[in-house]
């Protein structure tokens, strides 16, 4: 069976942001990798891109994990205030749905309070300090 994981992409704080990602799941990253780790004659990186994040990935749950990177200057900027995507967090109770939410949403904005939702789950929505979309949903009869 194929899983899904989310990749998201930064304007250069991939790693504040992981960091911050890894002290509300827990877990170590699986894979860090930055851009001087890739260079080579066929593939020169900036000096003031060397430090960045190529690939980052942090197992959450049993079989997922979220990863990223920072998107380098000569790509442009990433528009941190899109609205197409979120990620979705799907837990095991109240208690963890309660804990997640109101970890990755310090500092963020909140657009549903996690609450008793009207499609019989318990679900919250919100934007992260670092402009990422995620819902938390635990849902009783799973």
Do not use: C
């Not at 200057?73 to 941190?80: A, D, I, K, R």
């Amino acid at each position: 069976m194929a899983t899904i994981n989310p990749h998201v992409n930064f304007n250069g704080n991939a790693e504040e942001a992981f960091n911050f990602y890894k002290s509300v799941f827990g877990g170590e990253f699986s894979r860090l990798v930055r851009f001087s780790q890739m260079a080579s004659s066929d593939f020169a990186v900036d000096e003031k891109e060397a430090n960045k994040i190529m690939h980052i990935a942090l197992p959450i749950g049993k079989s997922n994990e979220l990863m990223g990177n920072d998107v380098p200057s000569f790509m442009g900027t990433v528009n941190e205030q899109e609205n197409r995507s979120k990620i979705a967090v799907i837990v095991e109770s109240k208690e963890e749905a309660d804990s997640i939410y109101h970890g990755l949403s310090v500092g963020g904005a909140i657009e549903m309070p996690i609450s008793d939702s009207p499609w019989g789950s318990y679900f919250g929505m919100f934007r992260d300090k670092y402009g990422i979309e995620w819902m938390i949903e635990f849902n009783p009869s799973n």
